[in-house]
């Protein structure tokens, strides 16, 4: 796959002189990796030759890299270190070039998009790529090529050799380019779409060109080299071999079999005369490298070396040309399969088409160094990243990025908008007319990591998204494109974009709706309505204490007549723009005159924006369509107000055309910009002060400071009331907060932070949005604990399982009769009951923990998590596998060995940035502290508070912990690759199976009595083997800890759930019922109810299974079906039902069984993929359940069944049942020992676990048949009974059997 598994160890070494390995090529030029002196000093000074393990990709082996050796992989051999040293230059070169490309790859990602959805089908797009990829660049490297540049699907190759041996090296490219069509030239895929290889080769005069700035260093080939093998690749048809005319005329032809193309100097090789190995070598030995490098021999793979010395000026030169996103991970020394993951980003594409007068190589240095540092210098303050520069014979194009890993800007499709239309400007201007640049901008989910060989990589952006972007730059050539995706994001008005009519692009089977962003234009400038309307028919919920103080500081502003300004700061998505809405509402109803206006991340950056916008809306400009109708207005609304010689001054402003004054033109420039000022002050005044009104200004926090300098004192001079929304992190919004905490200024300020919703809002406002009177517990639950009390988040959440079709909807009558169904006690089990109306609950088949984060959530939460260093990160993304809550042990479990002793002071830094939290008694050892803070501060000392981190002492390392928010746990999970993913799935099952049983008060066995032992051998081959760590009584009591956290985090969403839906449903009916308007059945509680079981235990201590089930069960069955492995997730499911049985939670059996239901239903019944013993336990647990819910004719159905399967059939009829009873009547007891006795050990304890759970069916059957009085039920009854007497005594001989058996081994 693209991160690879490579694993990174590392070398240590004393000396000064650094050998590195050198490989391919790399695409992108422009970041930089950190090493210092420290690490540099580790790395070996000359690399032992070990012998490779020929595999299938080159990303099995197991490759040790040091520091410096993983960041040369993302350099080519060409950049040697006397060019390391100087400064951007273009230098000529001789050589070869050979341009390979993956025909179809445009395609290939459709169509697995298409089968597996965005994020998988990225995944295995991207496995696929590399693999096939990789084994192209091992017959490269065996054959001495220098890998220049990557472009997704293709790679530039470069044999540099002096000219006298352009012949030798052109055969020996050849050779090397028809091995590797005849092994590699076609390769079926899984999605059925055939790939094949375009290559095409060139030997004519080049030069390297490097440019950048100061902190950032590309490089690109170019000259008629470069114009050739692009012209040999466009002629070459998929599984050709073009030579360019200039190599065929310097080639050794006699070689050869090739056939002309028609009209064309350019020829297709259609065979050779192999060179032999004493050639090879030569021609090898020949190829001009470094003077201090050689090659390395017996690895398979022929691996170029570099000797760098130890010199701090040249490391940092060497940084400049590595991608600033794989530098982070660099300077972490994270391993390079910890580099690449799936994220969201914008890609943007420019494109910039070289003028015909461009020809000299010179030309093309000035022409690359300055669009690069122009373009460096517009994006940096967006915080875009460019990952890759590419020169062909048609122009030049720059991929750039927003939103890897690192700091970020919130709405970064917003900054990637107003990036591409500041370089489309600026490169149009720069480089004669708007036809020259292109730029598109796309928006989705990509894969963000390593691509190429272990040896020679990239660090780069792979996906639909980039595909797309790719198209629409060739396809929408001379203005800024984006697709849809980039124009919801962005949140801009429809006026910023203009729809683009559709053009077929290559491969792309549904792009949507592209659009043009024309940016700021007058609409943009003038327009100030709010975007959020008032909804007429509901209210706004949950909001009701602000609405009070807007109307309490309304009347003291009337009765007063003081100026106010009432400002509410909120977090993104937590309803300002709505409340702001509400009040304007409120505000004209009461008769006011209410001014609102919306502003927008853009205004910041544009002076008297703000100030445009407000008076516009004031003075009544909107309607006028024509210049000359707000002229009018204008001098009807101003007269008297300022001078009319000054009616000039508002030209700018408001797109008018007063004529320019003498008193005007007179003014030097620092007057004219005095007079306007005081101008708009004159106006604002006007606006402000004048009739009685309310102002609303919604995100008030992007007021650009232009515009800030012109209120600010108007405000204070003036009597106005003024509502504004604002959101934390902003100057502006920590200016108000500052004045609302003055004693001299808080009276004029009100300050208000908005809380989170509370549950019985939240369910409120599902069941407004949907439309319905009520929601399943299952959903209120879910959102509650997702939302976070956040209506965007709710609103997102509801979004997206609407979309995925998660959702049912039907109408319930009162009094329904329920159906005697499994499906409908899951339908009655899971909905709240209530009055008559439209309910929403989950699909049957939908597992609501396994939903995936939708993106635009997804993008909130990383915004908090790349804040964070790398290795915090990573050590984050493994919890995350883990689960919500997780122990210290696991987590050690699953971490590389090179990271574990990092561990303890990663997870004391991400306590106290509030991403974690230690659970209460958790002891936390002592190593955990920060060594930097061993004596409390002063501070400490002080307030007498002891850290967590720093209370506890204790010698092992134990602990448990928990993320403070659950989406950023999810989001962190979701940036994992399929393979790594599963992968850890697999360690994480490992370590818990182990604790995989009842506790030692309940005797420590399976909750299903003997349940391995039923399972035949293949489908436990899916058991995941190794040993956890040691210590297993400190992980059971950690795991304790762990679960009886995740208990009280279910039970407690459980609980706010139905007390929201409870009050719904008062609201709804208006009475001072229950839930439905009666008192809660009991079967619809959630609490539980102890077991007999549980009884000898409910003393000082308690049985510890609860916890059990919940941090081993329940995440060995997602671990299992995270790894594809239905047979042992069903297992466990089994398990967790069993468990929440022995615990008397039937809500959560039926929850757990209904998932094995789901699951059971998706494996292909032929496949044998669930033992017929575990069809017996699953309709045996789901009769049990339904006993316990008062389902009893429906629990006889499902023992019956469970019966059958288990070969225990038991009579339908009475007179079956009197020929069945004395057919038990004849058992043989001896006979049953005898047979117990002979029977292997594996045998006897399969059977064992057959009888009791037949013994269990047969109890629970006579249990409901004693229930009905008639004679015929009781008939029945007394044949369970004794047919379970009899099951029990065959039991009993297996165990006595199994008992002699292991004390005859003991004597032995």
């Given at each position: 796959?693209?991160?690879?598994?490579?694993?990174?160890?590392?070398?240590?070494?004393?000396?000064?002189?650094?050998?590195?390995?050198?490989?391919?090529?790399?695409?992108?030029?422009?970041?930089?990796?950190?090493f210092s002196n420290r690490s540099l000093k580790r790395l070996p000074s000359a690399l032992s030759s070990e012998k490779v393990l020929m595999m299938a990709s080159a990303w099995e082996r197991k490759y040790h890299h040091s520091d410096l050796e993983k960041a040369a992989a993302f350099l080519p051999g060409l950049l040697a270190e006397d060019s390391l040293q100087s400064n951007c230059y273009s230098q000529p070169?001789?050589?070869?070039?050979?341009?390979?490309?993956?025909?179809?790859?445009?395609?290939?990602?459709?169509?697995?998009?298409?089968?597996?959805?965005?994020?998988?089908?990225?995944?295995?797009?991207?496995?696929?790529?590399?693999?096939?990829?990789?084994?192209?660049?091992?017959?490269?490297?065996?054959?001495?090529?220098?890998?220049?540049?990557?472009?997704?699907?293709?790679?530039?190759?470069?044999?540099?050799?002096?000219?006298?041996?352009?012949?030798?090296?052109?055969?020996?490219?050849?050779?090397?380019?028809?091995?590797?069509?005849?092994?590699?030239?076609?390769?079926?895929?899984?999605?059925?779409?055939?790939?094949?290889?375009?290559?095409?080769?060139?030997?004519?005069?080049?030069?390297?060109?490097?440019?950048?700035?100061?902190?950032?260093?590309?490089?690109?080939?170019?000259?008629?080299?470069?114009?050739?093998?692009?012209?040999?690749?466009?002629?070459?048809?998929?599984?050709?071999?073009?030579?360019?005319?200039?190599?065929?005329?310097?080639?050794?032809?006699?070689?050869?079999?090739?056939?002309?193309?028609?009209?064309?100097?350019?020829?297709?090789?259609?065979?050779?005369?192999?060179?032999?190995?004493?050639?090879?070598?030569?021609?090898?030995?020949?190829?001009?490298?470094?003077?201090?490098?050689?090659?390395?021999?017996?690895?398979?793979?022929?691996?170029?070396?570099?000797?760098?010395?130890?010199?701090?000026?040249?490391?940092?030169?060497?940084?400049?040309?590595?991608?600033?996103?794989?530098?982070?991970?660099?300077?972490?020394?994270?391993?390079?399969?910890?580099?690449?993951?799936?994220?969201?980003?914008?890609?943007?594409?420019?494109?910039?088409?070289?003028?015909?007068?461009?020809?000299?190589?010179?030309?093309?240095?000035?022409?690359?160094?300055?669009?690069?540092?122009?373009?460096?210098?517009?994006?940096?303050?967006?915080?875009?990243?460019?990952?890759?520069?590419?020169?062909?014979?048609?122009?030049?194009?720059?991929?750039?990025?927003?939103?890897?890993?690192?700091?970020?800007?919130?709405?970064?499709?917003?900054?990637?908008?107003?990036?591409?239309?500041?370089?489309?400007?600026?490169?149009?201007?720069?480089?004669?007319?708007?036809?020259?640049?292109?730029?598109?901008?796309?928006?989705?989910?990509?894969?963000?990591?390593?691509?190429?060989?272990?040896?020679?990589?990239?660090?780069?952006?792979?996906?639909?998204?980039?595909?797309?972007?790719?198209?629409?730059?060739?396809?929408?050539?001379?203005?800024?494109?984006?697709?849809?995706?980039?124009?919801?994001?962005?949140?801009?008005?429809?006026?910023?974009?203009?729809?683009?009519?559709?053009?077929?692009?290559?491969?792309?089977?549904?792009?949507?709706?592209?659009?043009?962003?024309?940016?700021?234009?007058?609409?943009?400038?003038?327009?100030?309505?709010?975007?959020?309307?008032?909804?007429?028919?509901?209210?706004?919920?949950?909001?009701?204490?602000?609405?009070?103080?807007?109307?309490?500081?309304?009347?003291?502003?009337?009765?007063?007549?003081?100026?106010?300004?009432?400002?509410?700061?909120?977090?993104?998505?937590?309803?300002?723009?709505?409340?702001?809405?509400?009040?304007?509402?409120?505000?004209?109803?009461?008769?006011?005159?209410?001014?609102?206006?919306?502003?927008?991340?853009?205004?910041?950056?544009?002076?008297?924006?703000?100030?445009?916008?407000?008076?516009?809306?004031?003075?009544?400009?909107?309607?006028?369509?024509?210049?000359?109708?707000?002229?009018?207005?204008?001098?009807?609304?101003?007269?008297?107000?300022?001078?009319?010689?000054?009616?000039?001054?508002?030209?700018?402003?408001?797109?008018?055309?007063?004529?320019?004054?003498?008193?005007?033109?007179?003014?030097?420039?620092?007057?004219?910009?005095?007079?306007?000022?005081?101008?708009?002050?004159?106006?604002?005044?006007?606006?402000?002060?004048?009739?009685?009104?309310?102002?609303?200004?919604?995100?008030?926090?992007?007021?650009?400071?232009?515009?800030?300098?012109?209120?600010?004192?108007?405000?204070?001079?003036?009597?106005?009331?003024?509502?504004?929304?604002?959101?934390?992190?902003?100057?502006?919004?920590?200016?108000?907060?500052?004045?609302?905490?003055?004693?001299?200024?808080?009276?004029?300020?009100?300050?208000?932070?908005?809380?989170?919703?509370?549950?019985?809002?939240?369910?409120?406002?599902?069941?407004?949005?949907?439309?319905?009177?009520?929601?399943?517990?299952?959903?209120?639950?879910?959102?509650?604990?997702?939302?976070?009390?956040?209506?965007?988040?709710?609103?997102?959440?509801?979004?997206?399982?609407?979309?995925?079709?998660?959702?049912?909807?039907?109408?319930?009558?009162?009094?329904?009769?329920?159906?005697?169904?499994?499906?409908?006690?899951?339908?009655?089990?899971?909905?709240?009951?209530?009055?008559?109306?439209?309910?929403?609950?989950?699909?049957?088949?939908?597992?609501?923990?396994?939903?995936?984060?939708?993106?635009?959530?997804?993008?909130?939460?990383?915004?908090?998590?790349?804040?964070?260093?790398?290795?915090?990160?990573?050590?984050?993304?493994?919890?995350?596998?883990?689960?919500?809550?997780?122990?210290?042990?696991?987590?050690?479990?699953?971490?590389?060995?090179?990271?574990?002793?990092?561990?303890?002071?990663?997870?004391?830094?991400?306590?106290?940035?509030?991403?974690?939290?230690?659970?209460?008694?958790?002891?936390?050892?002592?190593?955990?502290?920060?060594?930097?803070?061993?004596?409390?501060?002063?501070?400490?000392?002080?307030?007498?508070?002891?850290?967590?981190?720093?209370?506890?002492?204790?010698?092992?390392?134990?602990?448990?912990?928990?993320?403070?928010?659950?989406?950023?746990?999810?989001?962190?999970?979701?940036?994992?690759?399929?393979?790594?993913?599963?992968?850890?799935?697999?360690?994480?099952?490992?370590?818990?199976?182990?604790?995989?049983?009842?506790?030692?008060?309940?005797?420590?066995?399976?909750?299903?009595?003997?349940?391995?032992?039923?399972?035949?051998?293949?489908?436990?081959?899916?058991?995941?083997?190794?040993?956890?760590?040691?210590?297993?009584?400190?992980?059971?009591?950690?795991?304790?800890?762990?679960?009886?956290?995740?208990?009280?985090?279910?039970?407690?969403?459980?609980?706010?759930?139905?007390?929201?839906?409870?009050?719904?449903?008062?609201?709804?009916?208006?009475?001072?019922?229950?839930?439905?308007?009666?008192?809660?059945?009991?079967?619809?509680?959630?609490?539980?109810?102890?077991?007999?079981?549980?009884?000898?235990?409910?003393?000082?201590?308690?049985?510890?299974?609860?916890?059990?089930?919940?941090?081993?069960?329940?995440?060995?069955?997602?671990?299992?079906?995270?790894?594809?492995?239905?047979?042992?997730?069903?297992?466990?499911?089994?398990?967790?039902?069993?468990?929440?049985?022995?615990?008397?939670?039937?809500?959560?059996?039926?929850?757990?069984?209904?998932?094995?239901?789901?699951?059971?239903?998706?494996?292909?019944?032929?496949?044998?993929?669930?033992?017929?013993?575990?069809?017996?336990?699953?309709?045996?647990?789901?009769?049990?359940?339904?006993?316990?819910?008062?389902?009893?004719?429906?629990?006889?159905?499902?023992?019956?069944?469970?019966?059958?399967?288990?070969?225990?059939?038991?009579?339908?009829?009475?007179?079956?049942?009197?020929?069945?009873?004395?057919?038990?009547?004849?058992?043989?007891?001896?006979?049953?020992?005898?047979?117990?006795?002979?029977?292997?050990?594996?045998?006897?304890?399969?059977r064992l676990a057959w009888l009791l759970q037949q013994s269990c069916c047969l109890s629970l059957l006579e249990q409901l048949f004693s229930l009905e009085g008639t004679s015929s039920r009781q008939t029945f009854s007394r044949l369970a009974a004794r047919m379970k007497a009899n099951t029990d005594r065959a039991a009993d001989s297996c165990r006595a059997a199994d008992a002699h058996r292991r004390g005859g081994?003991?004597?032995?």
């Amino acid at each position: 796959m693209a991160t690879g598994c490579v694993a990174a160890g590392e070398r240590t070494s004393a000396s000064n002189e650094l050998c590195v390995r050198r490989q391919l090529v790399l695409g992108k030029g422009g970041s930089s990796c950190k090493f210092s002196n420290r690490s540099l000093k580790r790395l070996p000074s000359a690399l032992s030759s070990e012998k490779v393990l020929m595999m299938a990709s080159a990303w099995e082996r197991k490759y040790h890299h040091s520091d410096l050796e993983k960041a040369a992989a993302f350099l080519p051999g060409l950049l040697a270190e006397d060019s390391l040293q100087s400064n951007c230059y273009s230098q000529p070169i001789d050589g070869v070039l050979l341009f390979a490309d993956i025909s179809a790859f445009t395609t290939l990602t459709e169509k697995f998009i298409q089968r597996s959805g965005t994020e998988r089908g990225t995944d295995e797009l991207v496995q696929t790529l590399n693999c096939y990829l990789c084994d192209i660049l091992e017959e490269v490297l065996t054959f001495g090529g220098d890998i220049l540049k990557f472009a997704g699907d293709a790679v530039l190759v470069l044999w540099r050799t002096s000219h006298r041996e352009l012949a030798k090296t052109i055969s020996l490219v050849l050779q090397c380019s028809r091995q590797i069509q005849k092994k590699y030239g076609s390769r079926d895929t899984p999605v059925g779409q055939k790939v094949r290889l375009k290559i095409g080769i060139s030997a004519a005069p080049m030069s390297l060109v490097v440019f950048g700035d100061r902190d950032w260093r590309y490089f690109c080939i170019c000259g008629q080299a470069l114009h050739e093998v692009c012209e040999a690749h466009e002629l070459a048809n998929p599984g050709d071999v073009v030579l360019s005319a200039t190599s065929w005329e310097l080639c050794e032809q006699h070689r050869l079999r090739t056939k002309h193309l028609a009209g064309k100097r350019a020829v297709k090789v259609t065979g050779m005369d192999q060179m032999s190995r004493s050639e090879r070598q030569e021609a090898l030995r020949k190829l001009v490298r470094h003077p201090l490098s050689h090659r390395l021999e017996g690895e398979g793979a022929m691996r170029p070396t570099r000797v760098l010395s130890n010199r701090p000026k040249l490391v940092e030169m060497f940084r400049k040309y590595i991608p600033e996103a794989a530098l982070r991970k660099l300077d972490d020394r994270l391993p390079l399969d910890l580099f690449s993951e799936l994220r969201p980003v914008t890609s943007l594409f420019v494109h910039l088409q070289l003028s015909a007068d461009i020809i000299s190589t010179a030309e093309v240095f000035e022409f690359l160094h300055s669009a690069s540092r122009m373009l460096l210098e517009i994006l940096s303050p967006h915080k875009g990243e460019v990952n890759k520069v590419l020169l062909c014979d048609k122009g030049c194009t720059f991929l750039c990025v927003f939103g890897l890993i690192g700091e970020k800007l919130p709405y970064k499709s917003l900054h990637a908008l107003q990036s591409a239309v500041q370089i489309f400007n600026s490169f149009s201007t720069m480089f004669g007319g708007k036809k020259a640049v292109s730029v598109a901008v796309t928006s989705g989910m990509v894969f963000c990591g390593i691509t190429g060989h272990p040896l020679r990589n990239e660090y780069t952006v792979l996906g639909q998204k980039v595909n797309l972007a790719a198209r629409m730059m060739v396809r929408y050539p001379g203005l800024v494109s984006c697709d849809a995706a980039t124009y919801a994001a962005s949140r801009l008005p429809p006026y910023y974009f203009k729809e683009l009519p559709e053009r077929k692009m290559k491969g792309i089977i549904r792009p949507g709706t592209i659009y043009q962003y024309v940016g700021v234009t007058k609409a943009s400038i003038l327009d100030m309505s709010l975007t959020k309307e008032r909804s007429e028919y509901a209210p706004l919920l949950g909001r009701e204490k602000e609405i009070d103080l807007f109307v309490s500081c309304l009347k003291a502003y009337k009765d007063f007549g003081q100026s106010h300004i009432l400002a509410f700061e909120g977090t993104m998505g937590s309803g300002k723009s709505h409340l702001l809405a509400e009040l304007a509402s409120l505000g004209q109803a009461a008769g006011h005159r209410v001014v609102a206006m919306e502003l927008l991340e853009v205004n910041v950056r544009q002076s008297f924006s703000a100030l445009h916008k407000l008076m516009a809306k004031a003075l009544g400009l909107q309607d006028c369509e024509l210049r000359s109708d707000k002229e009018r207005v204008l001098q009807a609304k101003l007269e008297g107000i300022i001078e009319e010689s000054s009616y000039c001054l508002l030209n700018g402003i408001f797109f008018v055309e007063f004529p320019v004054s003498d008193k005007v033109r007179k003014m030097c420039e620092p007057q004219r910009l005095m007079e306007l000022h005081s101008t708009w002050a004159k106006v604002l005044e006007k606006v402000m002060g004048g009739e009685f009104g309310i102002f609303v200004i919604d995100n008030a926090h992007f007021i650009d400071p232009a515009s800030w300098s012109i209120m600010s004192p108007v405000l204070q001079n003036v009597s106005s009331f003024m509502v504004m929304s604002l959101a934390p992190g902003y100057v502006r919004t920590e200016a108000f907060c500052k004045a609302a905490g003055d004693s001299a200024m808080s009276q004029n300020i009100t300050y208000c932070h908005l809380d989170k919703l509370k549950s019985s809002a939240v369910v409120q406002k599902v069941c407004q949005d949907l439309g319905v009177v009520s929601i399943s517990r299952d959903l209120a639950r879910f959102l509650i604990q997702r939302s976070l009390g956040i209506p965007y988040y709710c609103e997102e959440l509801l979004r997206c399982l609407r979309r995925n079709d998660m959702l049912l909807f039907h109408t319930r009558r009162r009094g329904e009769k329920a159906e005697g169904s499994w499906e409908s006690l899951i339908a009655t089990s899971s909905s709240s009951a209530g009055s008559d109306g439209r309910v929403c609950t989950i699909r049957p088949d939908v597992n609501l923990e396994n939903t995936v984060l939708p993106v635009t959530l997804k993008e909130i939460a990383l915004s908090q998590l790349d804040q964070l260093k790398p290795l915090k990160q990573t050590v984050l993304k493994y919890a995350a596998v883990i689960g919500p809550v997780f122990t210290t042990q696991l987590l050690l479990h699953v971490l590389p060995a090179d990271m574990r002793h990092k561990v303890n002071c990663v997870l004391t830094m991400l306590v106290k940035d509030n991403i974690l939290k230690w659970l209460k008694n958790t002891e936390v050892p002592e190593d955990v502290q920060d060594p930097t803070k061993r004596p409390g501060t002063s501070v400490q000392a002080e307030s007498d508070v002891e850290t967590p981190a720093l209370r506890m002492t204790v010698v092992q390392q134990s602990g448990a912990l928990a993320f403070r928010v659950v989406l950023l746990q999810e989001a962190a999970y979701q940036l994992w690759p399929k393979r790594q993913r599963v992968a850890l799935h697999r360690t994480c099952a490992a370590f818990l199976e182990r604790h995989a049983h009842k506790c030692k008060s309940c005797g420590q066995g399976e909750f299903v009595a003997f349940h391995r032992f039923a399972v035949t051998s293949t489908q436990d081959g899916g058991r995941c083997q190794g040993s956890a760590d040691q210590g297993d009584s400190r992980s059971w009591e950690t795991l304790v800890l762990a679960g009886e956290q995740l208990k009280r985090d279910r039970t407690h969403a459980t609980e706010d759930a139905e007390d929201a839906l409870r009050r719904q449903q008062q609201a709804f009916m208006g009475e001072d019922f229950g839930v439905a308007g009666r008192p809660v059945a009991k079967s619809e509680q959630t609490t539980e109810v102890p077991s007999k079981a549980d009884g000898k235990d409910s003393g000082a201590c308690s049985c510890e299974c609860k916890a059990i089930v919940e941090s081993v069960l329940v995440p060995l069955a997602r671990h299992y079906m995270a790894m594809g492995d239905a047979a042992r997730a069903f297992y466990y499911l089994l398990e967790c039902a069993a468990a929440y049985l022995h615990v008397s939670n039937s809500d959560m059996a039926l929850v757990k069984l209904n998932e094995a239901e789901v699951l059971r239903n998706s494996v292909d019944k032929k496949a044998n993929v669930i033992a017929r013993f575990e069809e017996a336990t699953f309709f045996s647990l789901k009769g049990e359940v339904c006993y316990r819910m008062g389902r009893m004719e429906l629990a006889k159905k499902m023992i019956l069944e469970a019966l059958s399967l288990l070969k225990r059939k038991f009579p339908r009829t009475t007179v079956g049942a009197l020929v069945k009873s004395q057919v038990e009547k004849l058992q043989c007891a001896a006979y049953v020992a005898r047979r117990a006795a002979s029977l292997p050990q594996e045998a006897r304890r399969k059977r064992l676990a057959w009888l009791l759970q037949q013994s269990c069916c047969l109890s629970l059957l006579e249990q409901l048949f004693s229930l009905e009085g008639t004679s015929s039920r009781q008939t029945f009854s007394r044949l369970a009974a004794r047919m379970k007497a009899n099951t029990d005594r065959a039991a009993d001989s297996c165990r006595a059997a199994d008992a002699h058996r292991r004390g005859g081994d003991e004597l032995i």
